[in-house]
Nanobody, 119 residues
Framework: QVQLVESGGGLVQTGGSLRLSCVASGSISSINAMGWYRQAPGKQRELVAVITSLGSTNYADSVKGRFTVSRDNAKNTVYLQMNSLKPEDTAAYYC?????????????WGQGTQVTVSS
C-alpha cells in the first residue's frame, strides 16, 4: 500500500509560478513511476507529467517548457514546478504513483490539490 499526500496548490495570477509537492509513504521501495494528473470541472483527468525511478520524464504537450517534474528519492517526494501559468492550467492536480508486485501493476492517487490561475 502507498499513501500520497499533496501540497502547494493555491491561487496565482497569470504568468506566476507554483511548486506542488507529493510525499509518498508505505510500500515506497516498490514504486516505479510517479507523476501528476489534472482534472478541470467537466473535463476528463489528463496526464501532466511523469517521472520514473531512474529519472526519465514525459510531459503533456500543453505544459512542455513551462512545467518541470522532479523527484527526491531520499525524501520519497515528487515535485511539479509550474512556471508561466495560464488560466487553462486551472484544475485539481492529483499526484500518482505506480508499483509492481508479483507482476501486477497497481496505481495510487493523492487527494488532489487545487490550482487556480486568474487572468
Amino acid at each position: 500500500q502507498v499513501q500520497l499526500v499533496e501540497s502547494g496548490g493555491g491561487l496565482v495570477q497569470t504568468g506566476g509560478s507554483l511548486r506542488l509537492s507529493c510525499v509518498a509513504s508505505g510500500s515506497i521501495s516498490s514504486i516505479n513511476a510517479m507523476g501528476w494528473y489534472r482534472q478541470a470541472p467537466g473535463k476528463q483527468r489528463e496526464l501532466v507529467a511523469v517521472i520514473t525511478s531512474l529519472g526519465s520524464t514525459n510531459y503533456a504537450d500543453s505544459v512542455k517548457g513551462r512545467f518541470t517534474v522532479s523527484r527526491d528519492n531520499a525524501k520519497n517526494t515528487v515535485y511539479l514546478q509550474m512556471n508561466s501559468l495560464k488560466p487553462e492550467d486551472t484544475a485539481a492536480y492529483y499526484c500518482y504513483a505506480d508499483r509492481v508486485r508479483l507482476g501486477i501493476k497497481r496505481d495510487y492517487w493523492g487527494q488532489g490539490t487545487q490550482v487556480t490561475v486568474s487572468s
